[in-house]
């Protein structure tokens, strides 16, 4: 069964690359910039960038909100913006941060990658702000673009700013190294500097940087609850808006991001610097910096992780929730019905069998006390063919629904917290082949209700539309006030579950649906 776990971690890697407390009152922002015709102009701290005109929204793409990260610049802290002469051409997506092939087709080198862009309502303006909504896109850390997520929905519909995020990503944004200042946290550094720039300049663009919500799926979930726990994010957002990336997480549910020590950060340092061949150099870093980019990508892990007991991330985000010690903001958590079915599927599609049979061995592979494993086995009986959807639950339930649930919980005792499940059953799938089983609800699929990914959600029947409004509303309502139901329907209150489904959306008891209290009393 050893090639279970070796295909756990190729259908993880790939899943990552399916889609795409009183604050001081922010500096005034820089004057908009009037323009004639269809390319709106926009004055920013660092110069002039023109963007696109659109029906009801203008978008601008690869603001620089930092300087390239380039030569002595490679793992070291965000610097500002370099400023620039003239109008910026900011109509057409910057390269995306160095990944390998996948999302971005072709994958990317670019280390030159430290941009945001910004969509807004046509009438958004300093002298009438709207809320902004910052997103940090999924990926498993080491995959994604913030140009990939077409917000203009979003921002015409809820009528806020929102601000996409590109970070960096793998090796790049997350080596961890003794001394190296910023050690394993760089990706989540640039984070907080588009938070700074956003406050900074965000009033120029149409949007009140006294409100702003940071919000992210899965990986970009993961790094939302990140800076929640991040002494040095304290006052950069309002609100946080978490989708499938729940703070409980750790290794021991492997398919899910977490955070690790620095012990564990400085050893995947280490292999990455003996398999790019600087291990034995007088000058480790210095060499690791000369290696060109596409080494790098082709020597890192299939995904990584924030290192904790940093100075920007003091603690483990999931001890930091279980204390209380995050910032005490609104928060909106959820997850979907089916998160593990497409890691199973993957699993499955690579040629490994799930039957009657072989079942407790697979299971085993993942709950190696054979105790504990028995009692997943009799949770989770296998009959026939659908080996493939009970092994998803039971990827899904103990990664990313229990967790979720438990971390909702753990924030609601001390702030608003408001939660949900995406449950459509048969939403655009995330695969381009069709999978081996029905997938449902599974991870990533509540995306397209919120952004067009490449296309979709052109794909989805009148009710799926019907519910990407419906989300809409709650996300952006949230956004501007903090209650997503704010007086909208289908009422949503904090006492509730909140069910999203095309046919249904109301209260949910998802926690023995998923088995949670066998999870809770997991090891």
Not at 36 to 61: I, K, L, M, N, Q
Not at 295 to 314: F, I, M, N
Not at 354 to 374: G, H, I, K, M, S
Not at 478 to 489: H, I, L, Q, V
Request: charged share 15%; with cysteine.
């Amino acid at each position: 069964m050893a090639e279970v776990r070796w295909l756990a971690a190729v259908a993880a890697s790939a899943v990552a690359v399916l889609v795409p407390s009183a604050v001081a009152p922010p500096p005034a922002p820089p004057a908009s910039v009037s323009a004639a015709g269809s390319a709106p102009v926009v004055r920013t701290g660092a110069g002039v960038v023109r963007g696109a005109d659109h029906e009801g929204y203008r978008v601008f793409f690869g603001v620089p909100y930092a300087a390239p990260p380039v030569g002595a610049l490679r793992w070291a802290l965000p610097r500002p913006a370099v400023a620039w002469r003239g109008v910026r051409d900011a109509t057409r997506p910057a390269p995306a941060c160095a990944q390998p092939a996948g999302e971005v087709p072709g994958g990317s080198t670019g280390e030159d990658c430290l941009h945001l862009n910004v969509t807004a309502p046509s009438d958004a303006s300093p002298s009438r702000p709207r809320p902004v909504l910052v997103w940090l896109h999924g990926g498993g850390f080491t995959s994604g673009a913030g140009s990939s997520y077409d917000a203009h929905r979003m921002a015409v519909r809820g009528d806020v700013v929102v601000v996409t995020v590109d970070y960096r990503l793998g090796a790049l944004g997350f080596l961890g190294r003794a001394g190296l200042p910023g050690s394993g946290t760089f990706g989540l550094a640039d984070q907080q500097a588009a938070l700074r720039y956003v406050r900074r300049n965000i009033g120029a663009f149409g949007g009140d940087a006294r409100n702003v919500t940071l919000a992210g799926e899965s990986a970009g979930a993961y790094a939302v609850c990140a800076q929640l726990a991040s002494p040095a994010a304290a006052g950069l957002f309002h609100r946080a808006i978490m989708e499938s990336g729940p703070c409980t997480g750790g290794p021991a549910r492997p398919f899910a991001p977490y955070a690790v020590g620095p012990a564990a950060a400085e050893a995947a340092g280490a292999k990455l610097a003996d398999a790019v061949g600087c291990a034995r150099r007088a000058d480790v870093l210095g060499c690791l910096r000369r290696v060109p980019v596409a080494r790098l990508l082709a020597a890192q892990g299939a995904d990584a992780q924030p290192e904790y007991g940093t100075p920007l991330l003091p603690r483990d985000p999931a001890g930091a929730v279980a204390s209380g010690r995050m910032a005490r903001v609104p928060v909106l958590i959820g997850a979907n019905h089916d998160e593990g079915t497409v890691w199973a599927a993957g699993i499955i599609a690579a040629g490994t069998s799930v039957t009657p049979a072989n079942w407790p061995d697979v299971v085993r592979e993942f709950v190696p006390d054979p105790a504990r494993a028995a009692e997943v086995v009799a949770a989770y009986p296998v009959h026939g063919t659908d080996g493939g959807p009970v092994f998803g639950a039971v990827v899904g339930d103990a990664n990313y629904a229990c967790p979720t649930l438990r971390t909702g919980s753990l924030l609601a005792a001390r702030q608003p917290v408001w939660r949900y499940e995406f449950a459509d059953p048969d939403p655009p799938r995330p695969t381009p082949a069709p999978p081996p089983f029905p997938l449902g609800a599974t991870h990533t699929t509540e995306l397209p209700y919120l952004f067009d990914l490449g296309g979709r959600p052109r794909d989805m029947t009148e009710g799926q539309h019907r519910l990407a409004d419906t989300m809409i509303g709650y996300w952006t309502r949230f956004a501007r006030s903090g209650d997503p139901g704010g007086g909208g329907a289908p009422r949503w209150t904090r006492s509730q579950v909140q069910g999203l489904a095309p046919d249904r959306t109301g209260p949910v008891r998802p926690g023995a649906v998923h088995h949670c209290g066998l999870w809770a009393t997991m090891p």
